[in-house]
């Protein structure tokens, strides 16, 4: 279990084109497991027990971050199981990721650190994808995604705390 989750926001175009394409899987009956984030991209999972101690940390480094844009141009899935978005322009999102695993090292997951981080945006999670990707496909197009927000969320889905990007 993890005590924090951060995730970068969109701006609420990005968002409504995101949610489009979610709501037409839904409509469509398709189940997903996944949780009822807003669309997002996570950064990481986090443990720090003293709440003040982790944001005040995360305030000196997100003091550091700009809004910025990626390309979504093409639909892509994890073993078969999970249906995402993936973004084309990836080496912000890495530097970035860069920076939070140096920033807030202590607070890290122990079983995230070996793991390759491969940015996202989750369109659905279930056993079959096969009509969820047929689906998705007439639905999407190509789009520049606008990155405005990062949410640190709680386990239980409670947002802790919202920070607007500067521009």
Not at 22 to 46: F, G
Not at 101 to 112: D, F, I, Q, T, V
Request: positive net charge; charged residues 35%.
């Amino acid at each position: 279990m993890y005590d924090y989750v951060l995730q970068y926001g969109f701006d609420k175009n990005t968002q409504k084109t995101i949610q489009e394409i979610k709501e037409c899987l839904k409509e469509n009956k398709i189940e997903d497991r996944e949780r009822n984030w807003l669309p997002h991209i996570t950064i990481d999972l986090y443990n720090c027990k003293n709440q003040n101690e982790f944001i005040e940390q995360l305030d000196k480094t997100v003091g550091q971050i700009k809004s910025f844009e990626i390309e979504c141009k093409n639909l892509n899935n994890f073993n078969e199981e999970t249906l995402y978005i993936e973004p084309y322009n990836k080496k912000i999102l890495l530097r970035l990721k860069e920076l939070f695993a140096k920033e807030l090292a202590k607070y890290r997951l122990e079983s995230r650190k070996k793991r390759e981080y491969r940015p996202h945006i989750t369109l659905c999670t279930n056993n079959d994808l096969t009509r969820a990707k047929e689906i998705a496909k007439q639905k999407f197009e190509p789009f520049v995604a606008k990155m405005k927000y990062l949410w640190v969320y709680n386990c239980d889905m409670e947002l802790i705390k919202e920070y607007k990007l500067k521009l």
